[in-house]
């Protein structure tokens, strides 16, 4: 005859078992990350908690105009996210704040310029033109005049890529207090 387990060991295998599920989940399907700064404004808010697939790029690669998370190439510590600009192979221009890639301007609906006075624009107005390595993408934030991103520090290695940002889970502006401070009409929202 079979001993019983006791309610204690069944409540601590129980307990181990979802860690080690949500260390495995965590580690190689989904993992959940926070936006510090406006470098992708509008599209990412100071506040955002987004989710990030990190299983799309292990069947496919990634594709211009895709949000990802990476290891910032300086200090692979820090994660970045911006969103996708330049393949590998392409020829890219940024010249008078306008993208072009291959010779052919950039459809990029989702680039935000804001108003702002400098003497010297280097290289956020006028760019390249460069090609992008074999195995690197050429990364910027929306919120092109407040964004440190490939213009400053090159293209991205793939290697340093964490996964594809897909939804806000969450959203609170830091600036107000609760209730005010939660943007419900955010949540919930898919990332394109």
Do not use: C
């Not at 993992?31 to 599209?43: D, E, V």
């Not at 680039?111 to 280097?122: C, G, I, K, T, V």
């Not at 897909?166 to 949540?187: A, G, V």
């Amino acid at each position: 005859m079979k001993a019983k387990k006791s309610l204690a060991r069944e409540y601590i295998e129980a307990i181990i078992i979802a860690l080690l599920l949500a260390l495995f989940i965590r580690s190689f399907v989904v993992q959940a990350f926070r936006i510090p700064s406006g470098s992708m404004i509008p599209t990412l808010l100071v506040g955002d908690q987004i989710l990030v697939d990190k299983l799309t790029f292990k069947f496919r690669k990634p594709e211009r105009g895709e949000i990802i998370v990476f290891q910032y190439p300086k200090d692979v510590t820090r994660d970045f996210i911006k969103r996708i600009i330049g393949l590998p192979g392409d020829k890219l221009e940024v010249r008078d704040r306008k993208v072009f890639i291959n010779g052919q301007p950039l459809d990029d609906a989702y680039a935000y310029h804001e108003a702002f006075e400098s003497s010297h624009s280097e290289p956020r107005d006028e760019f390249g033109p460069i090609i992008v390595p074999q195995g690197q993408y050429f990364m910027m934030g929306d919120n092109r005049e407040n964004s440190q991103d490939s213009r400053f520090w090159g293209p991205l290695e793939e290697d340093k890529i964490i996964g594809r940002a897909f939804i806000i889970y969450w959203s609170r502006n830091t600036e107000k207090f609760f209730p005010l401070e939660i943007r419900f009409e955010r949540l919930g929202h898919l990332l394109d």
